[in-house]
């Protein structure tokens, strides 16, 4: 393994720096204040082709590794992890399908993202499922045709209230069912739909093949507020058969191999945000004097600072090791994942709350960017797996 970034990762994490000063950094608690989802952020950065980053060349026209995939989250995470969410969810939804789905499928679930800036809904966890995936309750079952129904609810969903397409894993005949299948929602049929706003804030989405899509009111959360998150309910959905990815039996497997992919881009994420953090601290503290001293220069301040640049790197080695086990698919890179989901994720609670530490008074206020990293890094040791989900994948391989 080489640390040496080639030229192509040099592009990358140099235009994603730029996009992130320019467009993301000078308004970011403006935008969050005004807690509106940034579709033009999205939007910008699906032209510069920094969504969509799991879709094959065979799609696309060209691939991006999965090292590469990872800094240029850790990039767009450093100016707002709730923008960078919800880039990322395109991939979590559309990385089934790429690893999973056949030759058509993906021409047909992947290309209208290629085409345009489209979001992608990943829906797993349930009000009773959450770290349990098994206890879902969601399902289809046999209907005419050799069609099936999907029935059941989702929650905590990232850009539920925007999505053109849904990658929902459900149980297959009945909702206590063992097996779990994968099927998409596709983008074509939410298109088609007949969509009306509701007065919650969330939409119904009459679909022309036969059922109902509903989302809930957006949820209002701690942190990450330029994320949208919110429930999706499943009425008499009707899937046709090649809407299911792979075998219909299973979606268990496809869902943990796309977290095990998933898991280093949120410890990009975490990443991201504890390098922000440091960075906004130690600009803080090199101006704020105190006892006729730089707050920088104080010997315990230092002490703070030095241990927060420990996380970050010890972070960043972490996140690239899991990237290049993964991309080199090794037989152990879950737990590599799951190491660098729980180091990055504690990097970024101990920067964040550290630096607040340091800003005094003023980390308390809103006006200051430490109180909106210290919100939002909480997130980041909860979702894709709590810390003691990550260390029972460890704790069952290394034993």
């Given at each position: ?209 036969g059922g109902v899509i ?159 990293l210290a919100r939002d ?23």
């Amino acid at each position: 393994m080489d640390f040496t970034l080639t030229e192509d990762q040099q592009m990358y994490v140099e235009m994603v720096q730029k996009f992130v000063k320019n467009k993301i950094i000078p308004d970011i608690l403006k935008r969050e204040k005004e807690h509106e989802f940034p579709l033009d952020i999205i939007s910008e950065a699906w032209e510069l082709g920094l969504l969509n980053l799991c879709i094959p060349a065979s799609v696309k026209g060209y691939e991006i590794d999965i090292v590469s995939t990872a800094l240029i989250v850790r990039e767009l995470s450093y100016g707002d992890t709730g923008i960078s969410t919800s880039a990322m969810c395109n991939d979590l939804a559309n990385a089934v399908i790429a690893q999973n789905g056949s030759d058509e499928q993906r021409k047909t679930f992947l290309r209208p993202f290629v085409e345009e800036p489209l979001i992608a809904s990943f829906c797993l966890t349930e009000p009773g499922a959450g770290s349990d995936n098994a206890a879902m309750t969601s399902f289809i079952k046999k209907g005419d045709g050799g069609k099936y129904i999907l029935n059941g609810e989702k929650c905590f969903i990232t850009n539920a209230s925007y999505a053109s397409q849904f990658t929902v894993f459900c149980k297959v005949g009945k909702p206590g069912g063992v097996m779990i299948a994968c099927v998409i929602i596709s983008s074509e049929s939410i298109r088609n739909g007949s969509v009306t706003s509701l007065p919650t804030g969330g939409r119904e989405i009459v679909l022309p093949e036969g059922g109902v899509i509903s989302t809930g009111k957006p949820e209002d959360k701690l942190g990450q507020l330029l994320s949208n998150t919110a429930t999706v309910k499943f009425e008499d959905v009707v899937i046709d058969n090649d809407h299911i990815i792979g075998n219909r039996r299973l979606g268990f497997q496809y869902a943990m191999d796309v977290l095990d992919y998933a898991r280093p881009m949120v410890a990009a994420i975490g990443v991201g945000l504890a390098k922000r953090a440091l960075d906004v601290t130690l600009e803080y503290t090199r101006e704020r004097k105190q006892f006729g001293q730089r707050i920088c220069d104080m010997p315990v301040a230092r002490d703070t600072l030095v241990k927060m640049w420990k996380k970050v790197e010890l972070a960043d080695m972490a996140l690239m090791k899991a990237a290049w086990k993964i991309q080199e698919k090794a037989e152990d890179r879950g737990n590599y994942a799951s190491l660098a989901k729980n180091t990055a994720a504690e990097a970024a609670l101990f920067c964040a709350n550290e630096g607040l530490h340091l800003h005094g008074g003023y980390g308390f206020m809103s006006e200051y960017e430490i109180s909106k990293l210290a919100r939002d890094a909480h997130i980041i040791d909860i979702y894709e797996g709590v810390r003691e989900v990550q260390d029972m994948i460890v704790g069952r391989e290394i034993v």
